[in-house]
């Protein structure tokens, strides 16, 4: 799928989070997965270690030298949107940081630019 800005900016960031924790996700999963013959439990807890709120934030701060304008602005949109509820498990700070990745990753999954979500994941998978 690809929108276009104007429908873009027609969707709620917490939507757009919505979307890109779902890409993240699975970008997550497909690289455990590809990367390791353990089984499923401890996939699950691999897993959980790189798709909480504390991990994204440390994540962002490493992608954000990376980003384009354009993207560090979605990102800004998504960080500062007034959330509902945080995780018990993560502080508030971590947990805005971890939407703005999210937005930022529901965004670009939207505008059709998935090389560019595989570049920025890229960034994190070097890191760890």
Request: charged share 25%; proline share 1%; with cysteine.
């Amino acid at each position: 799928m690809m929108m276009d800005d104007r429908t873009l900016r027609s969707i709620p960031t917490l939507n757009l989070a919505f979307i890109g924790d779902g890409v993240y996700d699975l970008l997550v999963r497909e690289y455990l997965v590809t990367g390791s013959a353990a089984r499923v439990g401890e996939l699950n807890k691999l897993k959980v270690d790189m798709v909480n709120c504390k991990s994204q934030a440390a994540y962002m701060k490493l992608m954000m030298e990376h980003l384009t304008e354009e993207e560090a602005e979605v990102y800004k949109r998504g960080r500062n949107t007034k959330v509902h509820s945080a995780s018990k498990h993560s502080t508030l700070s971590d947990y805005h940081e971890a939407t703005g990745l999210e937005a930022l990753f529901g965004w670009l999954y939207l505008k059709g630019k998935h090389e560019r979500i595989n570049e920025l994941f890229t960034l994190i998978i070097n890191h760890i």
